[in-house]
């Protein structure tokens, strides 16, 4: 008897082993395709969600789909989806349970019941709005073994408050949604995809981005945080201008200097600098609305977007002693989120 006991006990144990080794092969497989999902055997304190920002091709519709999924401090879990109608200025959070989020270990592949999301395709089935997307001529963040995606080396140190990434800075639509029982055509439309992970929002930021200017290949996304990382803080910022094919890069890691970051009631202005390029945004507030945001890994916060920002890009290269962009990008998402004062410099 005490044979067969052993033996299972044997086969249990190898069977553990077995899980053990599979999850750590799903983690090292996210963390260098970042925009795979991240929160495999997470329970708990831990948040992750996508963002596809789309606009029509006469710019009269800007939404922004948030799906992911959110786990509190006691391992409370929900899924979930938010609609963000950027030009009616209205926000719906749509909850699902846990169990009907099922992401895809080896890509970018996300269900929450009936709703699909991935790199080249939304599918949606909700109450006010339904109907399939695709998304063509994607451009992604570089990625190499060093530095994979938009948080560079960051990507490898552990305990950070929140993880960044970029999917896609630009890309073409093609499809119809049903919203509100009215049909938009969406064909020939923009959009721009990124993510988030970890378990809460920086407690002061800003954030913005824009795909709409004179060119339709430029495209923008810059933010500067207050990074809290074990008992110390710092103001971190990423930053990428999409141009001439080429996504010239502002990071903490590739040692460009933040010059300027200041934001009131009425304007946002950021100022970047490198041996290569310096880059100055400047931003007009707009009406927001208010969307849920994590607070430790639970979408209990809130936060204002805008989508109908205007950004005054300047790019300078330094090199060719020139300026290479001036122009403003349109239908701008722009927040400004926290104690601003904590990274206003």
Not at 48 to 58: C, L, P, R, T
Not at 74 to 103: H, M, R, T
Not at 182 to 204: H, I, M, R
Not at 329 to 335: F, H, I, Q, Y
Request: glycine residues 6%.
């Amino acid at each position: 008897m005490q044979r067969y006991i052993d033996f299972f006990v044997e086969k249990k144990k190898a069977k553990n082993k077995f899980v053990h080794l599979k999850m750590i092969f799903k983690r090292l497989k996210a963390l260098f395709n970042p925009e795979i999902y991240h929160g495999w055997g997470k329970s708990k304190k831990y948040f992750e969600g996508w963002y596809f920002k789309i606009v029509n091709a006469d710019e009269t519709k800007a939404f922004a789909i948030i799906p992911g999924i959110s786990m509190d401090l006691k391992g409370n879990q929900q899924s979930f989806i938010q609609v963000l109608d950027g030009k009616n200025l209205s926000a719906e959070y749509l909850k699902f349970s846990a169990d009907e989020f099922q992401p895809n270990p080896n890509k970018f592949e996300v269900t929450i019941k009936d709703n699909y999301f991935s790199k080249n395709k939304i599918r949606l089935n909700l109450p006010t709005i339904n109907g399939e997307l695709e998304f063509k001529n994607n451009v992604s963040w570089p990625n190499s073994f060093l530095s994979p995606g938009i948080m560079g080396p960051f990507s490898f140190v552990p305990f950070m408050q929140c993880y960044h990434g970029i999917v896609s800075m630009n890309h073409t639509i093609s499809g119809k949604l049903i919203i509100n029982n009215d049909e938009v055509d969406f064909t020939n439309g923009k959009g721009y995809l990124e993510k988030d992970w970890g378990n809460s929002f920086p407690s002061a930021y800003i954030w913005m981005q824009s795909n709409h200017f004179s060119n339709p290949t430029i495209s923008i996304k810059a933010s500067v945080a207050k990074i809290p990382w074990l008992k110390s803080s710092f103001v971190g910022f990423i930053a990428g201008v999409l141009i001439d094919d080429k996504i010239i890069q502002f990071t903490t890691y590739n040692f460009t200097k933040l010059k300027k970051s200041f934001a009131d009631k009425n304007h946002v202005e950021i100022e970047l600098e490198n041996k290569n390029y310096k880059l100055t945004i400047f931003a007009k507030r707009e009406k927001a609305t208010a969307l849920a945001s994590p607070i430790l890994g639970f979408m209990d916060g809130r936060i204002e977007e805008s989508m109908t920002a205007n950004l005054e890009v300047i790019l300078y290269d330094k090199k060719a002693k020139k300026i290479i962009l001036q122009d403003v990008g349109r239908n701008a998402g722009l927040e400004v989120a926290g104690n601003i004062e904590e990274i206003i410099t």
